[in-house]
């Protein structure tokens, strides 16, 4: 049985990675701070340490007690507005970090890590969907952040023989569908977390930022993928490192794109509440379509969104949403 260290695991999508780890026969083990995650997303089983990435202690006896084959390193800072704020935190808690972090799994011998990288390491996209070789002029420092660690991986595969996949993941949502599992960020800045709120009555509205953008109703398009399928796309990076099939960067995403606007309109159709909207400027940053080309994932990984449909989304948001109001109590 492999184990696997899974950095954020109590974060949004690494605790439904950990969930999908185990039903796949993994021993998965969870590094997180709890700056933003929640220790009532982990489940009792699975354990647990609580710590920073950069403790290269803690890390290096963690691998040794626990006999870490690989790593999913999720554990990061990701607010774009906070990042354009702070450009010095994002350097420090994902840049700097992270290569503290991939030294002390490469002293301590473990060689494989599954990267969360980022559309936003594209920045304003010159041609959608957007292909892995696509230039990488990230807009912001979030953006940025991601993408030098990104830009380190070939010197390390070099030195130290590194084994790497970087996941480009496009916009994640979704939940378990029993409503047992789901998002919950403070702040919330994530569209549909929020149109769901407004759903449930815990806001007035919901902000369309924008309605002048190039596309048929004037709104942003975005490649939304469940969380669930971005979970598998994992453990297949996994499996291809273990089967020796290389490094490389990957997107993760359907390859088609919805609008802002229809986002709204099947909300309102799933949940049957009234979802007021306010119109509103454009937010800045903003691209006007992100869709990624998911043509390698999809050929090299054999993956396929198998949940993904706007439908399944928001059923197994709204699912969480309603069981949940106030998200995970701790
Ligand atoms: N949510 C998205 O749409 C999206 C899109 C693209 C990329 N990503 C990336 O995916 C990853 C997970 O995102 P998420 O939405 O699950 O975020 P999240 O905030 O829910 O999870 C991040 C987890 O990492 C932990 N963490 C942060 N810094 C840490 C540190 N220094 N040491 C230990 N633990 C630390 C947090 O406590 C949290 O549990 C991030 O790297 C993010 O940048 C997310
Ligand atoms: O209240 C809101 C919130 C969002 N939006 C719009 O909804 C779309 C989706 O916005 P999100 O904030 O949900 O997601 P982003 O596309 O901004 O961000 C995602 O993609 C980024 C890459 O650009 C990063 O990877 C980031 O981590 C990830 O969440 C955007 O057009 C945004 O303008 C609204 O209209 N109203």
């Not at 690494?14 to 998965?28: A, C, D, F, N």
């Not at 704020?85 to 994902?94: A, I, S």
């Not at 030098?148 to 979704?174: D, T």
């Not at 596309?215 to 490192?241: E, F, M, N, S």
């Amino acid at each position: 049985m492999r184990t696997i260290l899974v950095s954020g695991g109590a974060g949004y999508i690494g605790s439904h990675t950990v969930r999908l780890l185990l039903e796949e026969g993994y021993r998965p083990v969870i590094l997180d701070s709890l700056v933003t995650g929640h220790l009532s997303s982990a489940l009792p089983e699975v354990p647990f340490f609580k710590g920073d990435i950069a403790d290269g202690l803690l890390v290096r006896n963690i691998v040794q007690d626990l006999g870490i084959d690989a790593v999913i390193h999720f554990a990061a800072r990701s607010l774009v507005g906070e990042s354009m704020q702070k450009p010095d935190l994002y350097f420090h808690e994902n840049t700097a970090k992270t290569n503290l972090f991939i030294s002390a799994l490469l002293s301590a011998g473990v060689k494989r890590v599954i990267f969360s990288s980022t559309a936003a390491a594209y920045g304003i996209p010159e041609q959608v969907p957007i292909p892995e070789a696509a230039a990488t002029i990230p807009v912001n420092p979030y953006g940025a952040s991601k993408r030098m660690i990104e830009q380190s991986f070939p010197w390390l595969e070099k030195a130290y023989g590194l084994e790497w996949i970087s996941l480009r993941y496009f916009n994640a949502a979704g939940a378990l569908f029993d409503g047992s599992l789901g998002e919950h960020h403070t702040p919330e800045t994530h569209l549909i977390p929020l149109i769901l709120r407004t759903a449930l009555g815990r806001q007035e509205q919901i902000s369309i930022f924008g309605t002048d953008y190039p596309t048929p109703d004037g709104t942003c398009i975005r490649d939304y993928i469940h969380v669930l399928d971005l979970a598998k796309a994992h453990i297949l990076a996994l499996a291809a490192l273990e089967k020796g099939v290389g490094s490389g960067v990957f997107n993760v995403g359907t390859g088609s794109g919805h609008s802002v606007r229809e986002v709204i309109e099947t909300s309102r159709k799933i949940t049957g509440r009234n979802i007021p909207v306010l119109e509103c400027p454009r937010r800045p940053g903003d691209p006007a379509q992100l869709v990624a080309e998911a043509d390698k994932i999809r050929t090299t990984f054999n993956w396929s969104p198998g949940y993904s449909s706007l439908d399944q989304i928001i059923e197994s948001a709204w699912a969480w949403h309603r069981k949940n109001p106030d998200g995970f109590p701790h």
